[in-house]
């Protein structure tokens, strides 16, 4: 559906939306155990698993990366043939599609396009898509760009601005991690990144409590910021893999939560 029509009008809502920015999802396999670390330690075993590794070594594949990313949802609009809208760039003219970590982002979205075109109402709707099959999208002069949750932008901007880095803004999506949380699945150990920054102080508050020890969260400096889609151009590109050992949380997910009481 072509909107170069509404292509002023809508880039303005997309951009309102952008500035206003909690999905749900339910984990399909049981979560690994987990341990807790102390940050002040002069190798942490998070560091150690990198210092294990090879200093050089190939970039993961592709279907690696998908693999990491399966699992985790995001929200795009459908047409009536369900296909994905895309909308023209203000400033490119190229065609966009528009992924929403938020379901409720997109369905705002969606009302915005119908408020220019009622027409587009019927048959649109908002579908559920995994972020491993965003990335396996190519289509020809169609861009993919990711709206992520507007409070967890805020949250990365407060943790940027307690180390006292920038924190005017934030371009692209935040991943969280701690320096005290380790994963571990099968005789492995997992640096795990999670889209919430609620659900990685709700496991590190967890851990402590089971383990009897003081909340690392409380410290300063242990809560790490990332950007997504830079991780994923290091696990493509860089050849010393600073990111071999992570994985992704869905959002709203406590990887110490016992699956059955879900």
Wanted: charged share 25%; hydrophobic share 35%; with cysteine.
């Amino acid at each position: 559906m072509n909107f170069e029509n509404y292509k002023s009008n809508f880039h303005k809502a997309i951009t309102d939306l952008q500035r206003r920015f909690s999905t749900l999802t339910d984990h399909p396999q049981p979560p690994p155990s987990f341990t807790f670390q102390n940050p002040l330690s002069v190798n942490p075993p998070w560091a150690r698993v990198a210092q294990n590794l090879k200093p050089f070594r190939k970039p993961l594949s592709a279907e690696e990366i998908e693999e990491r990313l399966d699992g985790i949802p995001v929200y795009a609009l459908s047409n009536p043939e369900e296909e994905f809208m895309l909308v023209s760039g203000s400033s490119t003219g190229k065609n966009l599609g528009l992924f929403c970590f938020k379901q409720e982002d997109a369905e705002s979205l969606l009302d915005q396009v119908t408020v220019i075109d009622p027409h587009m109402r019927q048959g649109s709707k908002v579908v559920p898509v995994a972020l491993n099959k965003v990335f396996q999208l190519k289509v020809n002069g169609v861009a993919f760009r990711l709206i992520p949750e507007h409070t967890q932008v805020q949250n990365a901007l407060r943790e940027r601005e307690k180390l006292g880095l920038p924190a005017d803004s934030f371009s692209g999506v935040p991943v969280f991690q701690s320096k005290s949380l380790i994963l571990k699945s099968q005789k492995k150990r997992y640096r795990p990144l999670f889209f919430r920054k609620e659900d990685l102080e709700n496991s590190l508050e967890r851990a402590s409590r089971d383990q009897n020890q003081l909340n690392p969260a409380l410290r300063q400096g242990d809560i790490q910021v990332a950007v997504l889609e830079d991780i994923i151009k290091e696990m493509k590109d860089n050849y010393t893999m600073d990111w071999d050992d992570a994985i992704f949380i869905p959002p709203g997910f406590d990887i110490s939560t016992d699956p059955n009481q879900q």
